[in-house]
């Protein structure tokens, strides 16, 4: 079985390899699938940067990447490192900026798949769900301390669930009786409220857990801002998102820097004089037909693309709007 199977990936490299020579961030390694397709896009004298928190998807994007040696770095950090992680890198390269930056978010196909690591509820292992198992605090932890109002909330707002009070009651009741350290163990106390779609429910619940655990809204917030940094004048940023909490954000904040102006609509002339820093490359994109076929997780993917628009002199105030 693949260590990870990358989700649109002609579609990446089409839109975010646009230099051969030029220096790249692939900030999710996964397995390195993304990152050989861009290798192979680009020139002997383009470097790509390739990132992830997990220490065994770092390790894996260096076995197979292994061919690509002196064109490639590896790096283990989180989103919110990754500025200030890759600025050192940049210096040595003597470059000062990137090209291109690519976020795959989520879960990997590997940390699904391998119980021990406590992300899906398909098979029984620990309760972890850290993506860095070297720092933070596993579910078990989390869930053994939280009260449950708090859960509730957590589960409202990271899983969008209805029934998420009568679940948190259950959850903290298997808990109290000692009945909280497995996967399986979470998903009976959430199967046993009887929801009306157990596999959307069981889905929703251990989702709003792992981005608690591993703080994933608030790491990708500060992700894009460090992208966004990074970029060279007409450098691109590609992001894949699964679930509406992450697609949000992202749209959220490139919309605020492709947007421009944020006058009243009823103000005939800028006022604010801001621009547009980043312009939208096409529509959100999603996988076709057969590529959803072949791989059933990719159907929620979303892409977006985005490209820095390069700093022009002149005036910035009293535009017609």
């Known amino acids: ?54 220490a065994a998807a770092v390790n894996e994007a260096g076995r197979r990447l292994d061919p690509y040696r002196g064109r490639v770095t590896f790096l283990q950090c989180a989103f919110s490192s990754l500025g200030r992680s890759v600025a050192p890198l940049l210096d040595r390269l003597e470059r000062s900026g990137v090209e291109g930056v690519l976020f795959d978010l989520g879960v990997s196909s590997h940390q699904i798949d391998e119980p021990g690591r406590g992300f899906s509820y398909h098979q029984d292992g620990p309760l972890d769900m850290r993506m860095d198992r070297g720092a933070g605090e596993p579910a078990d932890q989390l869930l053994g301390r939280i009260r449950e109002a708090d859960l509730v909330e957590l589960i409202r707002r990271n899983g969008e669930e209805r029934q998420a009070r009568r679940i948190a009651r259950s959850i903290c009741r298997s808990r109290d009786e000692g009945r909280m350290q497995t996967t399986a163990q979470l998903a009976r106390a959430i199967e046993s409220t009887r929801p009306e779609r157990p ?86 994109r999603r996988p076709g037909a057969e590529e959803q076929a072949a791989n059933s997780r990719s159907r929620s993917a979303t892409l977006r693309f985005f490209e820095k628009i390069p700093c022009t002199s002149g005036g910035t105030g009293g535009a017609v709007r």
């Open 1 to 54: 079985m693949a260590y990870h199977v990358p989700v649109m990936v002609e579609e990446v490299v089409t839109a975010l390899a646009t230099d051969p020579s030029g220096v790249y961030v692939d900030a999710t390694a996964g397995g390195g699938g993304h990152a050989e397709a861009l290798l192979r896009a680009l020139g002997e004298r383009g470097h790509l940067l390739v990132c992830d928190r997990d």
């Open 199 to 284: 596999t959307k429910t069981l889905a929703r619940v251990f989702q709003a857990l792992r981005i608690a655990v591993n703080d994933e809204l608030t790491e990708l917030e500060k992700g894009l801002r460090g992208a966004v940094d990074l970029l060279a004048p007409g450098g691109r940023l590609a992001v894949i998102a699964y679930h509406s909490l992450e697609d949000r954000i992202v749209k959220h904040r490139m919309g605020s820097l492709t947007r421009g102006c944020v006058c009243p609509p009823d103000l005939p002339v800028c006022a604010c004089g801001r621009r547009p820093t980043f312009r939208r490359i096409g529509p959100a």
